[in-house]
Each structure stands twice: as structure tokens, then as C-alpha cells.
């Protein structure tokens, strides 16, 4: 097996820009020196290792020291990065590496790898065993992502073992050891004592993870060909009737694959929320789901999208660049090619807040007309319009951007104006 593991790393980076991920240890001092290893393919391919020093102690920093001389003796960019501030929990450390990964590919138009084990994927499929995980979340690392990890058929002895024959220094991290981290207490402790109670427990789960992984597939594919998902400024809407074709079995297994495309990854209550949510909630209707989602029901279609934020309620004077919760205004001397744009009275106050119930305005060519209404009509959902903005000139109502335009907010002989435009940014 020592001898496959650069030829492994070679066949999984062939043909793409990879940014390599180290830590020190000795997995990924093994991905880096298999990657870039004078006749290994995959050589070529490297533009940058990439390393992150927690902050958490001298080991780190010994770390992140041996990582820059290695891979710069190598000739390879090193890109590293200290955590600004002292970093706790497993979760905090996760998201700062990964945020700093993320960020160097980016730049750099790449993919990023990892020295992600066969022991690793065993961890992490236990551990969302024990939290109840559905099919997707059983997949774990086998899970189609733009994250490579050539080495995860490889176990930490045949990596101890490639490390050891080829001489490689790397650094303990001491907080492995320690019991007080979910993934250490399994790492050390509860996986050993279920494989001496079951010897095939490994096998299962790492079979139990191949069939999650097809599963996940085909049904991402079953949204494809069935379900003709809508995009529209990061939200997802689906059709309701096309969901109701299927039973609540099924539609538990649909729903965090339709989420994730929104980018949610739904727990089993909100699975569960979501499956009730199809079939009996009424349009205007909307549920709250985890990580500042929800979902809501609209005109025929269920969306999946980021919850709103308490927008500011103050108003705000309209002069130059003017944002306004997930809205922004921009004073162009421009053409008005649409209701994102008006020619506002120069000599009147300009302002704008958020709709409030109660508000009236009367629209170009017709009488006076509830916001609430032209927002109703213009097909802003129950969702939407308590953040949605509104225009004054003094203390009247003239633009409701993206809906309608008074006769005040339009050019006339003689009058001087302000063009202003209007964009969202929240989605």
C-alpha cells in the first residue's frame, strides 16, 4: 500500500488546479510530499499549500513552521494563516480553516485537498449515525464536493507506514488526545470498543456510507429530471403539485436535497416540519428552518431561501448611495428602463423606509391603492413585504421600487429631477 499512495494522489489531482491543505501531522506532510514528489503527475498540478496555525500553542506554530519549509524547499507557494483570535471548540476551528481554504482556492481558481482517511470517513459516518442523520449526511466524506481528498481509501496505518519509509517529519498535535473533543472520544475510545464488540462494524458503516453516497446521487438527479427547480436570487423554488406526486417517505428524502441546492442543510426536525409543510400549509405560509433558513409558500411554489434580517425602520434621507436592509439606492443620471428606477421631484425631501401597514399611494393612471395590495399584485410575498422599501417625496408616497411609480415619480417639463436606481442585495 506505501508504494500506491503517490500513484493514488497522482490519478485523484490529475487534470486539476489543486491547492493542497496541511496541518504538520502526519497524514498531510504524507499528501504533501506524495504530491510533490519530483516524478510524480500530480506535481504540476499543486499552485499553492495552503496552512492555518489555530493559535492554539507552540505546536501550532511549530506546525505551520515545518509546513513553510517543507513546501517552500519543494518549490511551491505557501500561503499561511494565524487565527486572529484564540480559538475554543472544534467548530470554531473548523470554520476558520475552512473559511481560509476556501478563500486561497478561490483566489487562486483551484480546488482544495485534503489528507482525509479511510478512518476519518469510518469517524465521521459513526458520528452522524449517532446524531440521526438521513441519507445524505451518512454519505460524510463521499459526499460529491469540490473538496478532493485522494487518500480516502487509505488507512492512518498505511500512511504511518509510507511516512515512516520515507522519513518524513512531521508534529503531534497534542489536542488530539484530548477526550474532551467529540471526534478524540470517538477516535479513541468508542469506535475501538464497538469494533472489539463487532469486528465488521467498520465494513458495515463504510458500506452503510457507499449506498447513503448512491442514494444522494440518484435522488439529486430525480430533482433534475422531475422537479424543474427554480432559481431566483439564491432562493429555490419548487413546484408544490410536482412534491405532492410523492408520499412523506419520499418527500424525506427530496426535501434536504432541494435545500441543500438553497444551500441549507436541513436537520431531521426541519425534514420533518418540511414534509408536513407540503401538504397542508396555505400560500403566504412560512416556516422557520436551522441555520437562518425558511421555507414559504407561495403562489403554487414552496421556497427555500435565507431568512430575512430585521431590516433598520428608521427612514433614511435619499442622497447619493443609500442601503436600506437588503436594498440599495444609487443616484445615476441614467435612462429609467424599468420600476427599479424613478425620476424623483429634486425640490421635495426624498426618503426612504420600509413599507408599514396601513400605507397608501396613489399609482401612475389609477387612485389610491394599498401598498400592501400593489406589493400583492406585483407577486412579493407574504414573506417579503414586511422589508420591502418605499419611497417619499416630503411626506407622499411616489416610488415602491421594482412595483409601481406615482405621477410624482416621473419626468415633466420644467420639473427638475433626481434619477435614482434601485438593486437588492440580500440574495
Given at each position: 500500500m506505501d508504494d500506491s499512495v503517490p500513484a493514488l494522489v497522482a490519478r485523484e489531482l490529475s487534470a486539476k488546479r489543486v491547492v493542497l491543505a496541511v496541518s504538520g501531522g502526519r497524514d498531510s506532510m504524507s499528501l504533501l510530499h506524495a504530491a510533490l514528489a519530483p516524478d510524480n503527475a500530480a506535481r504540476e498540478r499543486v499552485v499553492a499549500?495552503?496552512?492555518?496555525?489555530?493559535?492554539?500553542?507552540?505546536?501550532?506554530?511549530?506546525?505551520?513552521?515545518?509546513?513553510?519549509?517543507?513546501?517552500?524547499?519543494l518549490g511551491v507557494e505557501v500561503v499561511a494563516e494565524r487565527a486572529s483570535i484564540a480559538l475554543r471548540t472544534e467548530a470554531e476551528w473548523r470554520a476558520q480553516r475552512w473559511s481560509f481554504l476556501r478563500r486561497v482556492a478561490l483566489e487562486r481558481s483551484a480546488q482544495i485537498a485534503t489528507a482525509h482517511t479511510r478512518d476519518d470517513q469510518l469517524?465521521?459516518?459513526?458520528?452522524?449515525?449517532?446524531?440521526?442523520?438521513?441519507?445524505?449526511?451518512?454519505?460524510?466524506l463521499l459526499a460529491r464536493s469540490a473538496i478532493l481528498r485522494p487518500l480516502l481509501s487509505v488507512t492512518r496505518d498505511d500512511l504511518?507506514?509510507?511516512?515512516?519509509?520515507?522519513?518524513?517529519?512531521?508534529v503531534e498535535d497534542p489536542g488530539n488526545a484530548r477526550l474532551d473533543h467529540l471526534r478524540n472520544r470517538v477516535r479513541h475510545e468508542l469506535l475501538p470498543?464497538?469494533?472489539?464488540a463487532r469486528p465488521a462494524l467498520g465494513a458495515e458503516l463504510l458500506a452503510l456510507a457507499e449506498r447513503a453516497a448512491a442514494l444522494r446521487n440518484e435522488v439529486d438527479a430525480l430533482?433534475?429530471?422531475?422537479?424543474?427547480?427554480?432559481?431566483?436570487?439564491?432562493?429555490?423554488?419548487?413546484?408544490?403539485?410536482?412534491?405532492?406526486r410523492y408520499d412523506a417517505e419520499a418527500l424525506a428524502l427530496l426535501w434536504p436535497a432541494v435545500a441543500a441546492r438553497a444551500g441549507a442543510t436541513l436537520d431531521r426536525r426541519g425534514t420533518d416540519r418540511l414534509v408536513t409543510f407540503t401538504t397542508s400549509e396555505r400560500s403566504g405560509a412560512r416556516i422557520q428552518l436551522s441555520g437562518g433558513f425558511e421555507a414559504a409558500a407561495h403562489r403554487g411554489a414552496i421556497i427555500v431561501r435565507r431568512a430575512a434580517t430585521n431590516p433598520p425602520q428608521s427612514a433614511l434621507?435619499?442622497?447619493?448611495?443609500?442601503?436600506l436592509g437588503g436594498f440599495r439606492f444609487d443616484a445615476r443620471d441614467e435612462a429609467v428602463v424599468s420600476l427599479w428606477s424613478a425620476k424623483l421631484p429634486a425640490r421635495k425631501t426624498l426618503t426612504v423606509r420600509m413599507w408599514h401597514p396601513g400605507d397608501r399611494m396613489v399609482p401612475a393612471g389609477g387612485g389610491v391603492r394599498r401598498v400592501k395590495g400593489l406589493l400583492r399584485d406585483a407577486g412579493v410575498d407574504a414573506a417579503s413585504r414586511g422589508s420591502w422599501p418605499v419611497v417619499l417625496a416630503d411626506d407622499e408616497i411616489v416610488w415602491v421600487p421594482g412595483v409601481r411609480r406615482?405621477?410624482?415619480a416621473s419626468?415633466?417639463?420644467?420639473?427638475?429631477?433626481?434619477?435614482?436606481?434601485?438593486?437588492?442585495?440580500?440574495r
Open positions: 499549500v495552503a496552512t492555518f496555525d489555530h493559535a492554539t500553542g507552540a505546536h501550532a506554530a511549530e506546525s505551520a513552521a515545518l509546513v513553510y519549509s517543507v513546501a517552500a524547499r469517524e465521521t459516518v459513526l458520528m452522524r449515525v449517532m446524531r440521526g442523520a438521513g441519507a445524505r449526511g451518512l454519505a460524510a504511518a507506514r509510507y511516512a515512516l519509509s520515507e522519513q518524513l517529519a512531521w470498543a464497538l469494533l472489539r430533482l433534475d429530471r422531475e422537479l424543474s427547480l427554480e432559481r431566483q436570487n439564491g432562493a429555490v423554488l419548487v413546484a408544490r403539485d410536482a412534491l405532492l434621507t435619499l442622497q447619493g448611495m443609500v442601503s406615482s405621477s410624482a419626468e415633466r417639463p420644467g420639473r427638475p429631477v433626481v434619477t435614482y436606481h434601485c438593486e437588492r442585495i440580500d
